[in-house]
Structure formats: structure tokens, C-alpha cells
């Protein structure tokens, strides 16, 4: 089975502008989850979808928003990007029981 | 915010010794991870134990579980250069995937 693929690995953006980071989950898990990664705060959780759903939101500002389509593949937008949203974006999926994470190989975004 | 703490925050040790890292969380839980991260990679899972376990091994891994403290340890026996990494324990409230994340450990095992 493939992994969890991100797309892309690295994007750098200035400040004000909006992006969106793509994640295909492993075949047949119908969870996903996103985390955001930096020095200072650690690994914080985003928000979880499960089968097209949001299920679970982290404590992030609403210029943070995602959607999960029917094949299950997530997306994760920005919106009026800050210096502070420089991290390394992780996305997750998960099987049934949703416990045991698979974790992609993030998307680092630089916002200049 | 960070559920926990793990300690040590760095750790350096020859190959061929254990390296022990501790984690220490502040609310009930459902279960407990360990995962491993490679520099600017994701993170790779390496074993749960539910908060009903006192101990799991897995390979050369072992973890350890005090619900009453509130507190597990990992111990990676007869290490290896090649598990150079950082190591962050994650717990689980509820099912479903939403984990809280410690502030991990670096291990550094030296050749």
C-alpha cells in the first residue's frame, strides 16, 4: 500500500496571501488528520475529518479551514498568511479504530 | 498547548546502550503513543499502550505505563546509530485521532 502522500513538500508564500496543501490518505482509511509542527509550539493538532466530516478542531483561528472529499484526499487551506504560519504541516490518516496515526512527510511552508 | 512533558529533552549515548526517555501528561487518557520523527520528516509510529496496560514490547522497544502518575517511559535496548531521531509521546482522550503531543526528546546515538 502507498503512504500518505502530501503535496507539496516545500512552498514559501509571503504574507496576506493564501495556500492550500493537498493530502491523499493510505488507500481505504477514511480518517484524516492535520497537525502543524514548529520549534516553539510543538506538534499541535488542526482538525480531523472523518468520511467528508469534520469530527474534531484544534484551537487555530478561522483562516485555518479544510475539506475532505468523497475518495477520502484532504485539503488544508490558509488564508491571509502570517509570518507565524511558518511550520511544517503534517497530515495523518487513520484506520478504523482512527487510534494508530500514518503520518505523511508534511509540507514545510516558509511565509516570508 | 503541550499535554505533557518529556525529559529528557536531549539525549546522547554510544551504540550498543539503552537510551530511556520519559513522558509525563496532565489529563485521563484512552491510550498512549510513541511515535519517532526524522529531521523535517513525518512521524513514523512505533507503539501504543492503552491505559489499561502496564507494559508493551515490541522488538527492542519497551513502554512503560503508570496511569497513576501519570507518566510512561520508552526504552530502546542495544541501540544503533541508525535510531537517531526525535521521539515524541502522544495520548489519546478518546478514540478517534486527535492526539496530544509531548515536546519530545532528541536521541543522538553515537557510532
Known amino acids: 500500500k502507498a503512504g500518505v502522500t502530501q503535496t507539496p513538500r516545500y512552498l514559501i508564500k509571503t504574507r496576506g496571501q493564501q495556500v492550500t496543501l493537498s493530502c491523499s490518505p493510505i488507500?481505504?482509511?477514511?480518517?484524516v488528520s492535520w497537525y502543524q509542527q514548529t520549534p516553539g509550539q510543538g506538534l499541535q493538532f488542526l482538525f480531523e475529518y472523518f468520511s467528508e466530516t469534520q469530527r474534531n478542531k484544534g484551537n487555530f483561528p478561522g483562516r485555518f479551514s479544510g475539506r475532505q472529499f468523497s475518495n477520502s484526499r484532504s485539503e488544508m487551506n490558509v488564508s491571509t498568511l502570517e509570518l507565524g504560519d511558518s511550520a511544517l504541516y503534517l497530515c495523518?490518516?487513520?484506520?478504523?479504530?482512527?487510534?494508530?496515526?500514518?503520518f505523511g512527510s508534511g509540507t514545510q511552508l516558509s511565509v516570508l | 498547548s503541550q499535554q505533557g512533558e518529556e525529559d529528557p529533552q536531549a539525549l546522547s549515548i554510544q551504540e550498543g546502550e539503552n537510551a530511556t526517555m520519559n513522558c509525563s501528561y496532565k489529563?485521563?487518557?484512552?491510550?498512549l503513543q510513541w511515535y519517532r520523527q526524522n529531521s523535517g520528516r513525518g512521524l513514523v509510529h512505533l507503539i501504543l499502550?492503552?491505559?489499561?496496560?502496564r507494559e508493551k514490547h515490541s522488538g527492542r522497544l519497551r513502554v512503560t505505563l503508570d496511569t497513576s502518575k501519570k507518566s510512561s517511559s520508552l526504552l530502546i535496548t542495544a541501540s544503533r546509530a541508525a535510531d537517531t531521531a526525535s521521539y515524541f509521546c502522544?495520548?489519546?482522550?478518546?478514540?478517534?485521532?486527535?492526539?496530544?503531543f509531548g515536546e519530545g526528546t532528541q536521541l543522538t546515538v553515537n557510532p
Open positions: 489529563t485521563s487518557i484512552n491510550n
Open positions: 499502550i492503552r491505559s489499561n496496560e
Open positions: 488507500s481505504g482509511h477514511r480518517s
Open positions: 495523518a490518516s487513520g484506520s478504523q479504530g482512527r487510534e494508530k496515526l500514518f
Open positions: 502522544a495520548t489519546g482522550e478518546t478514540s478517534g485521532s486527535r492526539l496530544t
